[in-house]
């Protein structure tokens, strides 16, 4: 059975930084794209940022110059360093993976349960 689970949420003072990790198990995803989401209350998941199995990284203009997307292999582990967080990423964030990269939450068939992110004005 695949899991992938997240942790590092939290609540953190804008300016701060956070950093998530996510490990899967029951599979290796060396070669999968990983990456995550992100869903605030009340609006639509969102795309974060993600790593494909070649190392190639995209991002959210939104978090653009403040995350970075990284993974370690070995582990079956990706991160999400979060820098300069504002308010406006309060939102509870989702590890995903699949074979290829994608840009919209359809396009993942592993999910993550989610971890919690505050940030305080």
Known sequence: ???LV???GGLVQAGGSLRLSCTASGR???SHAMGWFRQASGKER???AV???DSNTYYADSVKGRFTISRDNAKNTVYLQM???KPEDTAVYYCVADLGVGFIQYE????GQGTQVTVSS
């Open 1 to 3: 059975q695949v899991q």
């Open 83 to 85: 820098n300069s967080l």
């Open 28 to 30: 290796r995803f060396s």
């Open 6 to 8: 997240e942790s590092g």
């Open 46 to 48: 969102e795309f974060v």
């Open 51 to 53: 790593m494909s199995g």
């Open 108 to 111: 993942y068939d592993y999910w």
